[in-house]
């Protein structure tokens, strides 16, 4: 089965700063888009950042702009958010997906592909 394995999270004070990594299982990561997303408790998941296959191209919402950090090894089969000045809104599990379509709308679920269990991100002090 085609999924991904994200790990990085954590438990950080508001104004830190996490790497989360995100790694294939069972296929490899450059033939796709990927966008990584998160579900906030008692929320829906909602796309946080996005990046296409060449990694020339990346998106953010408007929410972690100039905080979060997207980046792909196509080399290591690796997709990387930096998180830096973290606030307790952004306390979710973070998940990474793949798509053949370079999409950064809400309407993801059915475009982006291979979800794995996610990585907790909890910020609080």
């Known amino acids: 089965q085609f999924q991904f394995v994200e790990s990085g999270g954590g438990l950080v004070q508001p104004g830190g700063s996490l790497r989360l990594s995100c790694a294939p299982s069972?296929?490899?990561?450059?033939?796709?888009?990927i966008g990584w997303f998160r579900q906030a408790p008692g929320k829906g998941r909602e796309g946080v950042s996005w990046?296409?296959?060449?990694?020339?191209?990346?998106h953010y919402a408007d929410s972690v702009k100039d905080r979060f950090i997207i980046s792909r090894d196509n080399f290591k089969d690796r997709v990387y958010l930096q998180m830096n000045s973290l606030k307790p809104e952004d306390t979710a599990v973070y998940y990474c997906?793949?798509?053949?379509?370079?999409?950064?709308?809400?309407?993801?679920?059915?475009?982006?592909?291979?979800w794995g269990q996610g990585t907790q991100v909890t910020v609080s002090s």
């Open positions: 997906a793949a798509s053949v379509r370079y999409y950064t709308g809400d309407d993801f679920e059915d475009i982006y592909h291979y």
């Open positions: 069972g296929f490899a990561l450059g033939s796709y888009h």
């Open positions: 990046i296409n296959q060449s990694g020339e191209s990346t």
